[in-house]
């Protein structure tokens, strides 16, 4: 067993050997631009591209005509959210997102509060889930637009995406959800979840970092999107600029490794991460945050009270997670998406993220639960001790 052990894999996943093995050609012998059209380096590249598109739709439930590549689910978020406010301001500009989502979202729908637009951020119960009665009073006949991501990153929540869609659709709006989390980890069908726009990014998935996805329905009801980046006219002209023909490729393939082995891989990881529940929550005043029914099979987020995580955090070394303390320069901010649950500041600044992953092993998570326990019982020593360490990687 190597050390540290990492246990952050909502922050982001080590590639899959089988994703850089179908990556390498693409980067030497196969290195032609995609849009060559007069000679095989550019076919062949586009070959590789179409192919990863289609591994890409069919883990989703999509058609390949749908997918447009990006830079990552950032990216994709903005342009989602960006784009959709550009071109649909005409019949309304409203939208409707929540408290706990992404920055990449967040940030985004304040970008199009400065360009004019209304933005409800719907707060969630105490479980992380979106109050669906809530939702419904929100939507007005100007709401172009709801956005509610799939699987929450700090707390693993899985939003009740069909409800959602539908109170979406039934006042006229489009639905987009920032699905980073769960597109490979659990079964998500753009169709049967009434999704229109999808953010989707490589490397939360075994594959390479600075690559994404953005799903665009393109039936019932064909949905546009009004480009953030212009140029040559790539992508159906929703996103110009050369494409990652390697980073596609590592994408497609990592998607293709997803469908085939997502449900094997759920069952060993919510396993583990049972046995890493159990036994912390041994602990007195222990306690696990968000709903533990709808969730992602590998997180398990859980506040330590008496404990405060950075000091928790540096004192477990051997370890690699997140904790709900996030330092900025100046002050030591706790975590947004649990405050909104209803956390003390210093139930937030207590919790530990543990995200399992396709590598971990349960010799690993044994580890885990022997070095926490261990620092836990001499906890008091930690209270308050911590430093400005390090960020919570989201
Ligand atoms: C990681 C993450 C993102 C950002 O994706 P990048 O590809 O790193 O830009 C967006 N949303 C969620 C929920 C994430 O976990």
Same mark, same amino acid.
């Given at each position: 067993?190597?050390?540290?052990?990492?246990?952050?894999?909502?922050?982001?996943t080590p590639m !899959?050997?089988?994703?850089l093995?179908?990556?390498?050609p @693409?980067?030497?012998?196969k290195?032609g631009?995609?849009a060559?059209r007069n000679?095989p380096?550019g076919?062949v590249?586009? =070959?590789g591209v179409? @192919?990863?598109?289609?591994?890409v739709?069919k883990?989703i439930?999509?058609s390949?005509?749908e997918?447009?590549?990006?830079?990552?689910?950032?990216?994709?978020?903005n342009?989602?959210?960006k784009g959709?406010?550009?071109?649909?301001? =005409?019949k309304?500009?409203?939208?409707v997102?929540?408290v706990?989502e992404h920055k990449a979202?967040l !940030?985004?729908?304040?970008h199009?509060?400065k360009l004019?637009?209304k933005v409800?951020?719907?707060?969630v119960?105490?479980?992380?889930?979106?109050?669906?009665?809530?939702?419904?009073?929100s939507m007005t006949p100007?709401?172009?637009l709801v956005?509610v991501?799939?699987?929450?990153?700090?707390?693993g929540?899985i939003?009740p995406?069909?409800e959602?869609?539908?109170?979406?659709?039934k006042h006229g709006a489009?639905?987009?959800? !920032?699905a980073v989390?769960?597109?490979g980890?659990i079964p998500?069908n753009v169709?049967t +979840?009434?999704i229109d726009?999808?953010a989707?990014s490589?490397h939360k998935?075994?594959?390479p970092k600075?690559?994404g996805?953005?799903?665009?329905?393109?039936?019932?009801?064909?949905?546009k999107?009004t480009?953030q980046? +212009?140029?040559?006219?790539h992508?159906?002209?929703?996103?110009?600029?050369t494409?990652?023909?390697p980073?596609i490729?590592g994408?497609?393939?990592?998607c293709?490794?997803?469908?085939?082995e997502?449900?094997?891989?759920?069952?060993r990881?919510?396993?583990?991460r049972d046995?890493?529940?159990?036994?912390?929550?041994?602990?007195?005043?222990? @306690?696990?945050?968000?709903?533990?029914e709808?969730r992602?099979?590998h997180?398990?987020?859980i506040s330590?009270?008496y404990?405060?995580?950075?000091g928790?955090?540096?004192a477990m070394?051997?370890?690699a997670?997140s904790?709900?303390?996030?330092?900025t320069?100046?002050?030591?901010e706790?975590?947004?998406?649990?405050?909104?649950?209803?956390l003390? +500041?210093d139930l937030?600044?207590?919790?530990?993220r543990?995200?399992?992953?396709?590598f971990?092993?349960?010799?690993?998570v +044994?580890?885990a639960?022997?070095v926490?326990k261990n620092?836990?019982t001499?906890s008091?020593?930690?209270?308050?001790f911590?430093?400005?360490?390090k960020k919570v990687?989201?």
């Amino acid at each position: 067993m190597n050390l540290p052990i990492y246990l952050d894999n909502n922050a982001t996943t080590p590639m !899959d050997p089988r994703v850089l093995e179908a990556m390498l050609p @693409y980067f030497t012998t196969k290195f032609g631009n995609a849009a060559s059209r007069n000679h095989p380096f550019g076919w062949v590249a586009e =070959e590789g591209v179409d @192919y990863a598109r289609e591994q890409v739709a069919k883990l989703i439930g999509a058609s390949e005509k749908e997918i447009i590549f990006t830079s990552g689910a950032t990216e994709s978020d903005n342009l989602a959210i960006k784009g959709v406010f550009e071109m649909y301001k =005409e019949k309304g500009n409203h939208i409707v997102t929540t408290v706990t989502e992404h920055k990449a979202v967040l !940030d985004a729908c304040k970008h199009v509060e400065k360009l004019g637009g209304k933005v409800t951020y719907l707060p969630v119960k105490e479980d992380g889930l979106v109050d669906l009665e809530l939702l419904e009073q929100s939507m007005t006949p100007e709401t172009i637009l709801v956005s509610v991501m799939y699987g929450n990153n700090e707390i693993g929540v899985i939003q009740p995406i069909k409800e959602i869609s539908a109170i979406a659709h039934k006042h006229g709006a489009l639905f987009m959800t !920032d699905a980073v989390q769960a597109v490979g980890k659990i079964p998500v069908n753009v169709n049967t +979840d009434g999704i229109d726009l999808l953010a989707l990014s490589a490397h939360k998935i075994y594959g390479p970092k600075g690559v994404g996805a953005l799903y665009v329905r393109r039936k019932g009801p064909r949905v546009k999107v009004t480009a953030q980046m +212009d140029g040559g006219g790539h992508e159906r002209g929703m996103r110009s600029g050369t494409l990652n023909v390697p980073g596609i490729v590592g994408l497609g393939k990592a998607c293709e490794l997803c469908g085939q082995e997502m449900e094997s891989e759920a069952k060993r990881l919510s396993a583990l991460r049972d046995k890493l529940q159990t036994s912390l929550l041994e602990l007195e005043e222990s @306690y696990v945050n968000g709903n533990v029914e709808h969730r992602l099979p590998h997180v398990a987020n859980i506040s330590f009270k008496y404990v405060e995580g950075e000091g928790l955090m540096m004192a477990m070394k051997d370890l690699a997670v997140s904790s709900g303390s996030a330092c900025t320069s100046a002050s030591l901010e706790p975590s947004y998406v649990l405050k909104s649950l209803g956390l003390s +500041d210093d139930l937030a600044h207590s919790s530990i993220r543990f995200g399992l992953g396709r590598f971990t092993t349960e010799e690993e998570v +044994d580890y885990a639960i022997e070095v926490t326990k261990n620092q836990l019982t001499t906890s008091a020593s930690f209270h308050r001790f911590g430093k400005c360490l390090k960020k919570v990687s989201t």
